[in-house]
Structures are given as C-alpha cells and as structure tokens.
C-alpha cells in the first residue's frame, strides 16, 4: 500500500550511542517532515525538507542531524543518544503546502 | 508567536451522546486549519481541511467548522470506534514555511458502550 514507512518500530539506545531512523515515502511527495511526539506536549517538529536537496531546522533539532537522500528517503541521525531523546518519532510527508501530511506509523525510541 | 489550543484535553462520552471538540489558533495568516485522529501506537491519520471562515466538512459522523479564531469538530451520535485522540494543527501564512504545521495538543476522546 502506497504510504511512509518508518523503520525501526522500536530501538532501545544506551546513552551516548548513535542511531538512524530511516523513513521513505512512495507517493512521490516533494516535502517530508520529522516530528516527535512527547506527553502532554503534541507534536514537534525536528526537521523538514521542503523538496530534494534541501532540509532546514524545526523548532527543536539540537541533537539531530537529517538527510534528504532522494525525494523518496528522509534520514533522521541522533548522533549521541541523551535520555531526554526518548520519544515516539513520526515522519511524515506532502505533496504541496495545502494538503493534508501522510504520517508514517512511528519509530518509539527509549535511551537509557 | 503562532499557537494552537485544544480543549478539552480528555472527553468521555455514553455511546450516542454528541458532543464538540475545540481547537483555537493565533496564526499570523491562515492558510489552512487540519484536524488529525491519531490512535494508540499509530500515526495521526488526516481528516479534514479547512481554508477559510464558514467552511464547514463532513465524514461520517464528523463535522468540522471554522471561524476566525477557533474550529469545532463535532461528533454526532459517537460510537466506541470513534474512541481515539484527535488533533488539531494550522498552516500559517505569512513568515512562516511553506506546508509547516503547527500542532495542538490534542484531545483524548472514549465513547463507552
């Protein structure tokens, strides 16, 4: 099915170690985001790319590092793992600025 | 700074008992308002857009509104299935990303049999 598929589903990371969260996306969407969602605090946004070859800060990306690989892969690097790191990561993309995301099923990392 | 604000943030309601889900902005510049379920363990799933004031959408037993400063999702004669968190996000227009999304919190909402 035609969709983002975010991989690992699950990762448990000790402190200090490093990790990539992998996302593609098959509808040929030219922007693609990454949020975490945390309790009690909705979604935040880590990193974007607005088109290929191009990726810019959210509101909180200390700790992150991302690459636009292609237009169908967006990468997400926690490069030194920290607990407050520990959340539920989704990725997420669009075609254009006036549709609605298409949200991947989400990668729930713990550091400890 | 560009806000959104959902309340209440839980709801429990008896099975055919409608209720309204709240979502109020400050955007500078409107360009579009979401309404997102999300359920436990999955990712948000898009429901509605919503791009001007008086705009109204329906799915089901779902019906959004928008004004100037706030949006309504009101559920009609809910079931157990329409159990799940709902949120909220707006697109500004003015000095703000294109396609960027800001996110409410979300309310948690459980309809009982």
């Known amino acids: 099915n035609a969709g983002v598929t975010q991989t690992p589903k699950f990762q448990v990371l000790k402190t200090g170690q490093s990790m990539t969260l992998q996302c593609a996306q098959d509808?040929?969407?030219?922007?693609m985001y990454w949020y975490r969602q945390d309790p009690g605090m909705g979604l935040r946004l880590i990193y974007y790319?607005?088109?290929?070859?191009?990726?810019d800060k959210g509101e909180v990306p200390n700790g992150y590092n991302v690459s636009r690989l292609n237009k169908r892969e967006f990468s997400l690097r926690l490069e030194s793992a920290a607990p407050s790191q520990t959340s539920v990561y989704f990725c997420a993309s669009v075609q254009g600025g006036y549709y609605g995301y298409t949200f991947g099923s989400g990668t729930r990392l713990t550091v400890v | 700074e560009d806000q959104v604000t959902q309340s209440p943030e839980a709801l429990r309601l008896q099975e055919g008992e409608s209720s309204s889900l709240n979502c109020s902005y400050t955007?500078?510049?409107?360009?579009?308002l979401f309404w997102y379920r999300q359920d436990p363990g999955k990712g948000p799933e898009f429901l509605f857009t919503l791009y001007s004031a008086g705009e109204e959408k329906e799915k089901e037993r779902l019906k959004a509104t928008l004004t100037k400063k706030e949006s309504f999702l009101h559920i009609t004669a809910p079931k157990p299935e329409d159990s799940a968190t709902y949120l909220c996000a707006v697109q500004a227009g003015r000095g703000s990303t294109l396609g960027r999304l800001y996110f409410g919190r979300g309310t948690q909402l459980t309809v009982w049999p």
């Open positions: 509808m040929n969407h030219n922007s």
């Open positions: 955007v500078s510049g409107l360009r579009g």
């Open positions: 790319s607005a088109s290929e070859g191009t990726t």
